[in-house]
């Protein structure tokens, strides 16, 4: 079990993306770079999206919460990125019905159960219309590191590292 790691450079801010396997691109380069991931995980969390969409159609703002298995994961990580223009993502639980996503929280979990904690949490912050709202204007990677890490309360995640 490793320690959760929730840094800057996971954060990124105004991608710009043609569509969603585009920011699931992006987004795993980013993290497979700084080495949170194994190269197998972009193929795999493309792979995953198209069979288990995660996009969520929040007050407000949409977001999406794309992940994988854990054997794709080298460190424990969650990925944020705030979409210059939003990009249509499928919503979770539909074939093909859309929402346009402006926020994605990609996790990157190396064992299931702390992947359902995360998951949770999520999903609590999802219903704050103002929240997600200050995300999306917020422009300081350092920032929204501090207001995640506030809310989420990752400053202590299980096993987690200190911010």
């Known amino acids: ?26 987004m795993g380069e980013n993290l497979a770079k700084h080495q949170y991931v194994k190269d197998s995980f972009i ?26 298995d854990s054997v794709h994961v080298n460190h424990k990580t969650i990925s944020i990125a705030t979409l210059k223009k939003p990009v249509d993502f499928v919503i979770m639980g ?19 159960h702390s992947q359902l904690k995360l998951l949770q949490d999520l999903m609590k912050i999802f219903q704050e219309e103002n929240f997600l709202n200050q995300l999306l204007q917020t422009d300081n990677a350092s920032e929204m590191q501090k207001q995640l890490a506030d809310k989420l309360d990752l400053h202590d995640f299980k096993g987690g590292e200190k911010l």
């Not at 320690?3 to 992006?26: G, N, P, S």
């Not at 995953?48 to 949409?62: D, H, N, Q």
């Open 43 to 68: 193929p795999a969390i493309i792979e995953r999206e198209k069979e288990f969409a995660t996009g969520l159609p929040t007050a407000g703002v949409s977001v999406a919460i794309p992940h994988t």
């Open 94 to 112: 539909e074939e093909s019905e859309t929402t346009p996503v402006q926020i994605v929280f990609m996790l990157a979990m190396d064992e299931p």
């Open 1 to 26: 079990m490793s320690e959760l790691r929730f840094d800057k450079e996971v954060i990124l801010m105004h991608l710009e993306a043609a569509d969603y396997t585009e920011v699931l691109q992006q």
